[in-house]
């Protein structure tokens, strides 16, 4: 990197670069905006949160996902006054919803800007994701984080907007959705922030971080390196009882990795997580295997499951074009 204050901004410059018939970037308030956006034809769904967890937000901005996204500094929530331009930015007759990590910061901020929006006439509407069942409370949120799951929600409700649902019908299907769909995270080192010289927490070479949160805050246990096999139980269990998921459920099932784990392990983690649902009776019908919410460079994984049913899997089968590619 170059100045590391800087980390944000040419990062975002770059990646709009990288997309230039698809998404525009809005430096006076770091935005990266759908290049044909707004429509009043359609619900403009906007994101927002620290920067660290790349692709999540600004790499999913594009037709059936998210008309804008609006991130912080690194691991910090964006200003109330860059939510709101970004609200302008995307106004639309049919409304703009506003998915919000469950962070105290991130809620605060956009809390703020839906009132002030809506002072200015803008019909819009909050929504709150927190399908991380590690811990109730953090360093960083009163209640349940909000995770890897939120890709979920993302894809659904953009979907919805793509075919013209209006706002109070993608606020239910955003609610519902999050409402069955359960994440937990285990690190294998700490991240190192671009500020920072030295990593953000203290993590031995034989131990892990169980349920931990995108932001290296503690999980429920700090304990000794297992196998693969066994640190699948650790994260699946909690997961698979928290909803609960039943065997006759079918389950999209996702495996995140954290920035710094290689795909060769996340697909080790999925086939393991596969086998050990399918003895449950649990059938994983749609997967997604990658980094989609990451932590910087640190190394783990996350597990989500959302449990399906025939509205949940049509919408997540939607077509969608971001600049994540595939060849």
Not at 130 to 139: C, F, P, R
Not at 151 to 156: D, E, G, Q, W
Not at 162 to 186: F, H, P, Q, W, Y
Not at 260 to 269: A, D, F, K, R
């Given at each position: 990197?170059?100045?590391?204050?800087?980390?944000?901004?040419?990062?975002?410059?770059?990646?709009?670069?990288a997309?230039?018939?698809?998404?525009v970037y809005?430096?006076k308030?770091?935005?990266?905006?759908?290049?044909?956006?707004?429509?009043?034809?359609?619900?403009?769904i906007?994101?927002?949160?620290?920067?660290g967890h790349?692709?999540?937000?600004?790499?999913?901005?594009?037709?059936?996902?998210?008309?804008?996204?609006?991130?912080?500094?690194?691991?910090?929530?964006?200003p109330?006054?860059?939510?709101l331009?970004?609200a302008?930015?995307v106004?639309?007759?049919k409304?703009?919803?506003?998915?919000v990590?469950n962070?105290?910061?991130?809620?605060?901020?956009?809390?703020?800007?839906?009132?002030?929006a809506?002072?200015?006439?803008?019909k819009?509407?909050?929504?709150?994701i927190?399908?991380?069942?590690?811990?109730?409370?953090?360093?960083y949120?009163?209640?349940?984080?909000?995770?890897?799951?939120n890709?979920?929600?993302?894809?659904?409700v953009?979907?919805?907007?793509?075919?013209?649902?209006?706002?109070?019908?993608?606020?239910?299907?955003?609610?519902?959705?999050?409402?069955?769909?359960?994440?937990?995270?285990?690190?294998?080192?700490?991240?190192t922030?671009?500020?920072?010289?030295?990593?953000?927490?203290?993590?031995?070479?034989?131990?892990?971080e169980?349920g931990?949160?995108?932001?290296?805050?503690?999980?429920?246990?700090?304990?000794k390196?297992?196998?693969?096999?066994?640190?699948?139980?650790?994260?699946?269990?909690?997961?698979?009882?928290?909803?609960?998921?039943?065997?006759?459920?079918?389950?999209?099932?996702?495996v995140?990795?954290l920035?710094?784990?290689?795909?060769?392990?996340?697909?080790?983690?999925?086939g393991?997580v596969?086998?050990?649902?399918?003895a449950?009776?649990?059938?994983?019908?749609?997967?997604?295997?990658?980094?989609?919410c990451?932590?910087?460079?640190?190394?783990?994984?996350?597990?989500t499951?959302v449990q399906?049913?025939d509205?949940?899997r049509?919408?997540?089968?939607a077509?969608?074009?971001?600049?994540?590619?595939?060849?």
């Open positions: 990197m170059n100045d590391p204050k800087a980390f944000v901004p040419e990062m975002l410059k770059g990646l709009a670069l997309n230039p018939d698809t998404i809005d430096p308030y770091n935005l990266i905006v759908r290049a044909d956006a707004p429509s009043d034809d359609r619900v403009s906007v994101q927002g949160s620290g920067s790349e692709p999540a937000h600004v790499m999913v901005v594009g037709e059936g996902m998210l008309d804008a996204a609006c991130p912080g500094d690194i691991f910090a929530a964006p109330t006054d860059f939510v331009a970004a302008r930015r106004r639309s007759d409304g703009v919803l506003l998915l990590n962070y105290t910061g991130d809620r605060m901020a956009f809390e703020m800007a839906e009132e002030l809506a002072a200015e006439g803008i819009v509407r909050t929504l709150f927190d399908d991380d069942v590690a811990v109730k409370d953090s360093t949120t009163i209640g349940r984080r909000g995770v890897a799951g890709f979920f929600v993302i894809k659904a953009g979907a919805a907007a793509a075919a013209g649902k209006d706002l109070d019908e993608i606020v239910r299907i955003g609610e519902k959705v999050n409402s069955v769909t359960r994440t937990m995270g285990v690190a294998l080192t700490a991240c922030p671009p500020a920072k010289s030295e990593p953000l927490f203290d993590l031995a070479d034989d131990e892990i169980l931990v949160g995108i932001h290296g805050e503690p999980g429920r246990a700090r304990q390196w297992v196998p693969a096999d066994e640190l699948v139980d650790l994260l699946l269990d909690p997961i698979v009882s928290d909803l609960p998921f039943s065997s006759g459920d079918d389950v999209a099932v996702m995140n990795g920035g710094g784990t290689p795909i060769s392990e996340l697909y080790l983690v999925y393991i596969h086998e050990k649902l399918t449950q009776g649990i059938t994983p019908a749609r997967n997604y295997v990658g980094e989609y990451t932590a910087l460079d640190m190394a783990g994984a996350s597990i499951l399906l049913d509205e949940i049509e919408l997540l089968a077509p969608a074009e971001i600049p994540i590619r595939t060849f």
